[in-house]
């Protein structure tokens, strides 16, 4: 998210993964083949705000992050849906 404001919000129907591609790839098409909704939610942060300690901003927008993943499975499963939320990349970083 080169050039983007560290700590914004940004959300999106695709597997929100760096790299060369090739999990993002995997996961995606296992996604597709079962009819799976795959559904990001990230907080924007430049290279070197990954590499460095996290910083306030980050740490402000977690919350908005995790209201957001409450209000999508709110609005779009019902009783008995599994559902799966997965931390990927930096985001061992964040903890409640």
Same mark, same amino acid.
């Given at each position: ?21 090739? %999990? ?8 597709? +083949?079962? +009819?799976?909704?795959?559904?990001? &939610?990230?907080?924007? %942060?430049?290279?070197?705000?990954? &590499? ?17 993943? +409450?209000?999508?499975?709110? %609005? ?21």
């Amino acid at each position: 998210m080169g050039g983007e404001k560290t700590g914004e919000i940004s959300e999106g129907i695709e597997a929100a993964i760096g790299g060369v591609g090739t %999990e993002r790839f995997k996961i995606e098409e296992e996604a597709t +083949k079962h +009819k799976i909704p795959v559904h990001a &939610i990230i907080i924007k %942060e430049t290279i070197q705000d990954a &590499i460095t300690p996290v910083k306030k901003e980050i740490v402000e927008a977690a919350e908005g992050v995790i209201q957001k993943i +409450k209000g999508l499975i709110q %609005e779009r499963t019902k009783e008995g849906d599994l559902v799966i939320v997965a931390g990927i990349g930096n985001t061992v970083g964040i903890a409640q």
